[in-house]
């Protein structure tokens, strides 16, 4: 059975920097691909950032250049690095891992197994 357990999400002011961590259980990170959602109230679940199988990486226009995704295929685990944050960030993040595939992608669809999520709230 596969699970993803994120952490790393709280709250920090505008400008601020959070990491999140998903670690996975039943499943390789490096096998397939990965990514980083977010749902804030009342707004569809947004894809930010993905890995694909060799490791290349997609990210959302509204996170390019501010947020890093990265894995630790060692200790089975998937890093969201955040850096300039701004209120509009405030979301429940969530990973995401599919099944099996090649090819990165930021479409909820394309995914078979998610995290609980874990809320990060930026201040103004």
């Known amino acids: 059975q596969v699970h993803l357990v994120e952490s790393g999400g709280g709250s920090v002011e505008s400008g601020g920097s959070l990491r999140l961590s998903c670690a996975a259980y039943g499943y390789r990170i490096s096998n397939s691909r990965v990514a980083w959602f977010r749902q804030a109230p009342g707004k569809e679940r947004e894809g930010l950032a993905s890995i694909n199988l060799f490791g290349g990486t997609i990210y959302a226009d509204s996170v390019k250049g501010r947020f890093t995704i990265s894995r630790d295929n060692t200790k089975n685990t998937l890093s969201l690095q955040m850096n300039s944050l701004k209120s509009e960030d405030t979301a429940m993040y969530y990973c995401?891992?599919?099944?099996?595939?090649?090819?990165?992608?930021?479409?909820?669809?394309?995914?078979?197994?998610w995290g609980q999520g874990t809320q990060v709230t930026v201040s103004s």
């Open positions: 995401a891992a599919s099944k099996w595939s090649t090819a990165y992608s930021l479409r909820a669809s394309d995914y078979d197994y």
